[in-house]
């Protein structure tokens, strides 16, 4: 089993189709709180990571191969809290009949989704959003490449771009070259005004110069936009206005 820090909410996704799946997993990026613990199509292996993971929040797709949502849900002794996630709304009434946190209809906005998410117990009193307080922009992280550390403040960060295991962090007018993830990372900046827009790629929404097509222009540099993101950026540059 993974040593995973206590305030975080290990979340678990199981869903049969790849876009959903693709969709649930950039919005979770998006959320510092969050964390994926796992990603399956079906009961059988969601039983298997139940058993070898701590999962929080689970997000439970109910038409599926093998064994429904619904049923089973009903199989398990011990229920970690469920959003359901489908495109069929007749199954509701069920759904909260076995106490569910919510029930997403497909398709359904970041904003829908971090809604959601708020009615997880633990996370009340912090509600998750895409905005950012002020004082955070000034912030400062150390950044350590090499035998030196930097401290940065988040306002002068770009965007932070994954090569392998390391993470490039460009500056207003320089870069960081430093041994990270992208999902560590992105943990690190809080409600900063930060969005995953690519699984390469995290950027500085304050930093949007403008956008063209699927892509996004930053001190001259275009970034590319993977869909199933884009809606959600689009939500956090409203929310920065």
């Keep these: 089993m993974n040593n995973?820090?206590?305030n975080t909410i290990n979340c678990l996704i199981v869903e049969d189709e790849p876009l959903s799946q693709e969709i649930l997993e950039s919005y979770i990026e998006n959320c510092p709180?969050?964390?994926i613990a796992g990603i399956c199509k079906d009961a059988l292996q969601a039983n298997q990571i139940l058993n070898s993971e701590r999962i929080d929040l689970i997000f439970l797709d109910i038409n599926m191969p093998i064994l429904n949502?619904?049923?089973w849900l009903k199989t398990l002794d011990e229920v970690p809290e469920v959003i359901f996630t489908t495109a069929y709304p007749e199954h509701a009434v069920e759904g909260f009949n076995l106490n569910a946190l919510d029930y997403?209809?497909?398709?359904?906005?970041?904003?829908?989704?971090?809604?959601a998410v708020n009615k997880f117990q633990p996370i009340k009193k912090r509600q998750i959003t895409i905005s950012s307080?002020?004082?955070?922009?000034?912030?400062?992280?150390m950044l350590k490449s090499g035998k030196k550390t930097y401290p940065v403040k988040l306002s002068e960060i770009n965007y932070i771009e994954s090569d392998g295991d390391y993470l490039k962090v460009q500056l207003t007018d320089w870069h960081i070259i430093i041994h990270d993830t992208l999902k560590n990372f992105i943990s690190k900046l809080g409600n900063s005004g930060f969005f995953r827009i690519h699984?390469?790629?995290?950027?500085?929404?304050?930093?949007?110069?403008y956008i063209e097509g699927n892509q996004v222009c930053i001190a001259a540099k275009m970034i590319p936009i993977?869909?199933?993101y884009r809606e959600g950026l689009q939500q956090a540059i409203e929310k920065e206005q």
């Design 4 to 6: 995973i820090p206590e």
């Design 33 to 35: 709180e969050l964390k």
């Design 69 to 71: 949502g619904i049923d």
């Design 104 to 115: 997403l209809l497909k398709p359904f906005s970041f904003d829908r989704f971090l809604k």
């Design 133 to 141: 307080e002020p004082s955070d922009s000034e912030k400062t992280i």
């Design 199 to 209: 699984r390469s790629y995290i950027i500085n929404v304050k930093k949007i110069e």
């Design 226 to 228: 993977a869909a199933s």
